[in-house]
């Protein structure tokens, strides 16, 4: 197992892929395991400057793809619940998600409660291409203040 570990990250070096890997690790972060994809970001601008908007528009395409991933999953368990029990079932803390709709996806740039969220609008049957366009626009503000961000305080390296 821990040469195959080796052999992956190997492969997905990011001055060997770049924008790949970053698309990769966005995605993978926006599910429910626990990655962040912002040291990913940050890094492969380290590496290459000029890579500014595209690695902010992949990260952002691979982030919303995870939390579409998130949302279908959500669907799935909520499904089974409903077979499990024999009848449609809805948790009453989440009546202000359902209060504010697809709206609510805009919040799934948070750490902690935003890749569940993505699941619980999934649960709740909001419309998945409504929470898709919540989700890219939260996350690409996320992606581009937290990046310009850090590029202030941690200047890039020259090439």
């Known amino acids: 197992m821990e040469i195959w570990m080796q052999s992956l990250l190997s492969l997905l070096a990011l001055p060997q892929w770049g ?13 429910l395991l626990p990655l962040g994809s912002e040291p990913a970001l940050f890094g492969l601008l380290q590496l290459n400057p000029g890579l500014f908007w595209p690695a902010i528009f992949v990260a952002t395409a ?7 991933i998130s949302w279908w999953l959500g669907l799935g368990t909520h499904r ?4 499990a029990a024999g009848h449609p079932t809805e948790l009453r803390a989440l009546t202000w998600l359902r209060r504010f709709g697809a709206r609510a996806c805009l919040l799934s740039w948070l750490p902690i ?6 699941a ?5 049957r909001l419309p998945f291409w409504p929470c898709m366009a919540y989700m890219a626009v939260g996350k690409f503000l996320r992606y581009l203040v937290m990046t310009t961000a850090l590029i202030y305080l941690w200047p890039l390296l020259p090439n």
Not at 19 to 31: D, E, N, P, R, W
Not at 120 to 124: C, E, F, H, K, Y
Request: with cysteine; charged share 10%.
């Open 62 to 68: 691979g982030n919303t793809l995870g939390g579409g």
């Open 80 to 83: 089974m619940v409903d077979r």
């Open 120 to 124: 619980v609008a999934g649960w709740l």
């Open 113 to 118: 409660v935003g890749d569940p969220l993505c």
């Open 19 to 31: 924008l790949g890997t970053l698309f990769v690790v966005a995605l993978v972060s926006a599910t």
